[in-house]
């Protein structure tokens, strides 16, 4: 019988994996977990009434909702200024961290566009995601 010897090829070193396992323990600390819980369609609506498209927040809505081969099609009104829209609606979704929509305003000035994103489409999809089945005949 002949003892065969396995070598970790190069690229993993001890000092790699340490490397690794500190990054993973820095993103760790760095995680903030975001409870949600969905407003409400009155609510949004509310929310929505509450921010009004400013003029050229609905002019550029509109322009971008046109049909262009219809000059009689004016395009959709802007439902809501999402500048002050968004804040809303995270601070009234987001149950732990409970923030004020001011911090809101002032935490998500350090966001990336990325991690905004992000935070945004999940504030919407809980809002907006169908709980209730629809089931055929069976």
Known sequence: DKAVALEAPE???IERLR???EAQEE???A????????IGRTRWKELEEENPPTPEVDA???AATKDPDDPND????????PETFAP?????????PKMSVEDWVEALKDW??????ILWMAVVSVNKRTRVQFWGKG
């Open 74 to 81: 004016l395009g959709q009104p802007a439902p809501f200024d």
């Open 88 to 96: 809303a609606l995270i601070a009234e979704t987001v149950t732990d």
């Open 31 to 38: 995680t903030v977990l975001i409870n949600m819980q969905a």
């Open 27 to 29: 993103a760790s600390e």
């Open 19 to 21: 490397a690794l396992r």
């Open 11 to 13: 690229s993993i070193t």
């Open 60 to 62: 550029e809505h509109r």
């Open 112 to 117: 990336s566009d990325n991690e905004f994103e």
